[in-house]
């Protein structure tokens, strides 16, 4: 069985994006710094990649980054760090993670790094605790909305009221679709009561909170003529609401009661399970969640007379609080506060039927949050086809990617755009989503299906306005990311290096022989005999070399890229190597600059405390930081592990003979 330096655990609501991007950034991590790792993921089509027993005992560190239930109670003991998913969506935050939890104790805590503040914000907090309980019932809950939403929209196909069977375009299977539908939807509430409680409790908290569930949806039964509680009689719900407070309180009533039953003996632990955590759980979550429904029935009406008195203020307030909310993190809490909020508004506008006041604000409120969702990814797509020249291959393909996404509603694809430049970015797709749910609004479309993107068209009613809405935001947004980047790229330019003109006639006699692909080492910067005070004496002495042999414009931006990286976790190896890495638009060209001290430079933090002899620093343009600095990165580390290698480059004081040795390793 293969053994792992790391394993992870990546998790998100949905389990469609953010799970992924995690994975993908903790491995490029990992090979930076020569780890083996691997990454289990839990999406929407279950487990993938899954830990074995095996594996979580011989790793030396675990990172979780998951905003939903990955039972993390497996890694008890072993150094770990906890955090959400948005902080690993980077291949430096995520490296930042990895050098953590090989830092932390063997406690569950993490030990100090960098500094204090940073180590206080890694620790999983209350409210990143309870955020994931509350993610876990959400990303649970998302696909009986979207099975019931969308079911329920097709069955409008037939017409809309084709499910009524006194009704002149009753179809019958419109109607069997509308109640498969409608069951769907009315389960919402119950399975995200149930699995926040799981996310708390484990498997017993379910009952309690499927009953939790069921509660918030009837309220309180009371008899209609003599006013006092009755079975059969009618009570009013409380909705989504309801299920959150019923899934955390199941949640928590099942660990009072683990304490409460600690006492017994140990052979009683199968009627504890069975009888003893059920009965009493269901019985006091149960009239707990009858004894508030009063309040939490005005609650839940207030937010939503709250919502519908947005719309009073106008199409731009409700639009502008919709676009901001939706492209503000992109599939992050925020992002999913709105879209859960449109879902219970399109649950209340179904149930309420075709026609009335209900169905109508919520399946256009529905309608503003989808297209909201939908422009970011689109206004990448037309950044990179407009604006090709100003962006990476890298990026050029993702925003075509990202067609795709936007069009099926998956928001997650523009995050990588965001991330390199939040400002001014983040506020480029906020105002495109902004414009896209302001005019859907103004031109009353209504979505009856909660998820889907442009494949649930046929059910939108207003349907090419919605689309038109839709691609003015996401024109307006990918004209002004065009601009931005025309503008990033220009200034980049201007900082250039220019070379000296070489007269046509001269060109055959003064060009030398060009380098082979793999001569990223050249003669010239590679520097035997030096004597550096200190680690930051010597990463100086590489920057301004970069200057002079024309690899970068400016040597502080280099050096700043270094300092940053060393702050992110060293550099040091073993043996006296050590492997510093700049990424910056200040440099021009990917290059590999060698320096020596035989004395060794102190102050280093390498992985044996020996100081550094030999440097190989790598200096990477920014705009290839996934690619060749990956592929040099990865050739350099893997090199430093041949013994021979090391030798000879730590043993020879001829430039020409370490450029060769490097240079080889590099093809």
Same mark, same amino acid.
């Given at each position: 069985?293969?053994?792992?330096?790391?394993?992870?655990?990546?998790?998100?609501?949905?389990?469609?994006?953010?799970?992924f991007?995690?994975?993908?950034a903790?491995?490029?991590?990992?090979?930076e710094?020569?780890?083996?790792?691997?990454?289990e993921?839990?999406?929407?089509?279950?487990?993938e990649n899954?830990?074995t027993?095996?594996?979580?005992t011989?790793?030396?560190a675990v990172?979780?980054a998951?905003?939903?239930?990955?039972q993390?109670?497996?890694?008890?003991?072993?150094?770990?760090v906890?955090v959400g998913v948005?902080?690993?969506?980077?291949v430096?935050?995520?490296g930042?993670?990895?050098?953590?939890a090989?830092a932390?104790?063997g406690?569950?805590?993490v030990?100090?790094?960098?500094?204090?503040?940073d180590?206080?914000?890694?620790?999983?907090s209350?409210?990143?605790v309870?955020?994931?309980h509350?993610?876990?019932?959400?990303?649970?809950?998302l696909?009986?909305?979207v099975a019931g939403?969308?079911l329920?929209?097709?069955?409008?196909?037939?017409?809309?009221t084709?499910?009524d069977?006194?009704?002149?375009?009753?179809n019958t299977?419109?109607?069997?679709?509308?109640?498969?539908g409608?069951?769907a939807?009315?389960?919402?509430v119950p399975v /995200? !009561? +149930?699995y926040? @409680?799981?996310s708390?409790g484990?498997?017993?908290?379910?009952?309690?909170? *499927?009953v939790a #569930?069921?509660?918030?949806i009837?309220?309180?039964?009371?008899n209609?003529?003599?006013?006092m509680?009755?079975?059969?009689g009618a009570?009013v719900?409380f909705?989504f609401l309801?299920g959150?407070v019923?899934?955390?309180?199941?949640?928590?009533?099942?660990?009072?009661?683990e304490?409460?039953?600690?006492?017994?003996?140990?052979?009683l632990?199968?009627?504890?399970?069975i009888?003893?955590y059920?009965?009493?759980?269901?019985?006091?979550v149960?009239?707990v969640?009858?004894?508030?429904?009063?309040?939490?029935?005005a609650?839940?009406?207030?937010?939503?007379?709250?919502?519908?008195g /947005? !719309? +009073?203020?106008? @199409?731009?307030?409700?639009?502008l609080?919709?676009?901001?909310?939706?492209? *503000?993190?992109m #599939?992050?809490?925020?992002?999913k506060?709105a879209?859960v909020t449109g879902t219970?508004?399109l649950?209340?506008?179904?149930?309420a039927?075709?026609g009335t006041?209900?169905?109508?604000?919520?399946?256009?409120?529905?309608?503003a949050v989808?297209?909201?969702?939908?422009v970011?990814p689109?206004?990448?797509?037309f950044?990179?086809?407009?604006?090709k020249k100003?962006?990476?291959?890298?990026?050029?393909d993702?925003?075509i990617v990202?067609?795709i996404?936007?069009?099926?509603?998956?928001?997650?694809?523009?995050?990588?755009?965001?991330?390199?430049?939040i400002?001014?970015?983040?506020p480029i797709?906020?105002?495109?989503s902004?414009?896209?749910?302001?005019l859907?609004?103004?031109f009353?479309?209504?979505d009856?299906?909660?998820?889907?993107g442009?494949?649930?068209l046929?059910v939108v009613e207003?349907?090419?306005?919605w689309?038109?809405?839709?691609?003015i935001?996401?024109?307006?947004?990918g004209?002004?990311f065009?601009?931005?980047k025309?503008?990033?790229?220009?200034?980049?330019?201007?900082?250039?290096?220019?070379?000296?003109?070489?007269?046509?006639?001269?060109t055959?006699?003064?060009?030398?022989?060009k380098a082979?692909?793999?001569?990223?080492?050249?003669?010239?910067?590679?520097?035997v005999a030096?004597?550096?005070?200190?680690r930051?004496e010597?990463?100086?002495?590489?920057?301004n070399?970069?200057?002079?042999a024309?690899?970068?414009?400016?040597?502080?931006?280099?050096?700043?890229?270094?300092?940053?990286?060393?702050?992110e976790?060293?550099?040091?190896?073993?043996?006296?190597?050590?492997?510093p890495h700049?990424?910056?638009?200040a440099i021009?060209?990917a290059a590999v600059?060698?320096v020596?001290?035989?004395?060794?430079?102190?102050?280093?933090?390498t992985m044996?405390?020996?100081p550094?002899?030999?440097?190989?620093?790598?200096l990477?343009?920014g705009?290839?930081?996934?690619?060749?600095h990956?592929?040099?990165?990865?050739?350099v580390a893997?090199?430093?592990?041949d013994?021979?290698?090391?030798?000879t480059?730590k043993?020879s004081?001829?430039?020409?003979?370490?450029?060769?040795?490097?240079?080889?390793?590099l093809?």
């Amino acid at each position: 069985m293969a053994k792992f330096d790391i394993i992870a655990a990546t998790g998100c609501p949905t389990g469609i994006a953010h799970t992924f991007m995690a994975k993908e950034a903790l491995e490029k991590a990992a090979a930076e710094r020569g780890l083996t790792i691997k990454v289990e993921t839990h999406g929407q089509v279950g487990v993938e990649n899954e830990l074995t027993k095996s594996e979580i005992t011989g790793a030396k560190a675990v990172v979780v980054a998951a905003d939903k239930d990955v039972q993390a109670e497996r890694f008890a003991g072993k150094p770990m760090v906890s955090v959400g998913v948005s902080k690993a969506l980077s291949v430096e935050a995520a490296g930042k993670l990895i050098d953590r939890a090989l830092a932390a104790k063997g406690d569950n805590t993490v030990a100090a790094a960098a500094d204090v503040e940073d180590e206080a914000e890694e620790k999983e907090s209350i409210g990143h605790v309870i955020y994931k309980h509350l993610m876990n019932g959400v990303s649970h809950m998302l696909v009986f909305v979207v099975a019931g939403g969308v079911l329920t929209a097709v069955s409008f196909l037939w017409g809309i009221t084709s499910f009524d069977s006194t009704a002149a375009d009753y179809n019958t299977f419109a109607a069997m679709l509308k109640i498969i539908g409608g069951i769907a939807m009315n389960l919402m509430v119950p399975v /995200l !009561s +149930a699995y926040i @409680a799981e996310s708390i409790g484990k498997r017993p908290a379910l009952v309690p909170g *499927f009953v939790a #569930g069921m509660i918030a949806i009837q309220g309180l039964p009371v008899n209609a003529e003599t006013g006092m509680i009755d079975a059969g009689g009618a009570g009013v719900g409380f909705g989504f609401l309801g299920g959150i407070v019923g899934g955390f309180l199941a949640g928590y009533v099942i660990l009072l009661l683990e304490k409460v039953f600690a006492g017994l003996p140990k052979n009683l632990d199968g009627l504890k399970a069975i009888f003893l955590y059920p009965l009493f759980s269901t019985a006091i979550v149960g009239l707990v969640m009858l004894g508030i429904s009063g309040p939490m029935a005005a609650i839940n009406t207030a937010m939503m007379d709250f919502l519908k008195g /947005l !719309s +009073a203020s106008g @199409a731009v307030v409700l639009g502008l609080a919709i676009g901001c909310m939706c492209a *503000f993190d992109m #599939g992050g809490p925020v992002n999913k506060a709105a879209y859960v909020t449109g879902t219970a508004m399109l649950t209340e506008a179904l149930a309420a039927g075709v026609g009335t006041d209900t169905y109508n604000f919520g399946t256009n409120f529905m309608a503003a949050v989808s297209a909201a969702c939908i422009v970011p990814p689109l206004i990448t797509t037309f950044a990179v086809v407009v604006g090709k020249k100003y962006f990476s291959q890298e990026d050029h393909d993702a925003g075509i990617v990202n067609l795709i996404l936007g069009c099926t509603h998956i928001t997650e694809g523009a995050i990588p755009f965001m991330t390199k430049n939040i400002w001014p970015v983040m506020p480029i797709m906020m105002l495109g989503s902004s414009i896209a749910s302001i005019l859907t609004i103004m031109f009353n479309v209504h979505d009856p299906a909660p998820h889907g993107g442009f494949l649930v068209l046929p059910v939108v009613e207003n349907g090419p306005l919605w689309v038109l809405s839709i691609l003015i935001g996401a024109v307006i947004g990918g004209i002004l990311f065009v601009a931005f980047k025309k503008y990033d790229f220009e200034k980049n330019q201007k900082a250039a290096p220019v070379a000296k003109p070489v007269e046509a006639s001269e060109t055959a006699a003064v060009e030398p022989p060009k380098a082979e692909a793999a001569d990223f080492v050249k003669v010239e910067n590679v520097f035997v005999a030096e004597d550096f005070a200190s680690r930051d004496e010597a990463l100086s002495f590489v920057s301004n070399q970069a200057v002079k042999a024309g690899i970068a414009s400016d040597a502080d931006a280099v050096m700043n890229a270094f300092l940053a990286r060393e702050a992110e976790g060293t550099t040091g190896m073993m043996e006296g190597f050590a492997i510093p890495h700049a990424k910056s638009d200040a440099i021009t060209e990917a290059a590999v600059i060698v320096v020596k001290d035989e004395s060794g430079v102190t102050g280093w933090d390498t992985m044996d405390g020996a100081p550094v002899n030999v440097a190989i620093a790598l200096l990477i343009p920014g705009a290839q930081a996934g690619t060749t600095h990956l592929k040099i990165l990865s050739k350099v580390a893997e090199a430093l592990m041949d013994e021979d290698f090391r030798a000879t480059v730590k043993g020879s004081t001829d430039a020409a003979e370490i450029a060769k040795t490097i240079n080889a390793r590099l093809v």
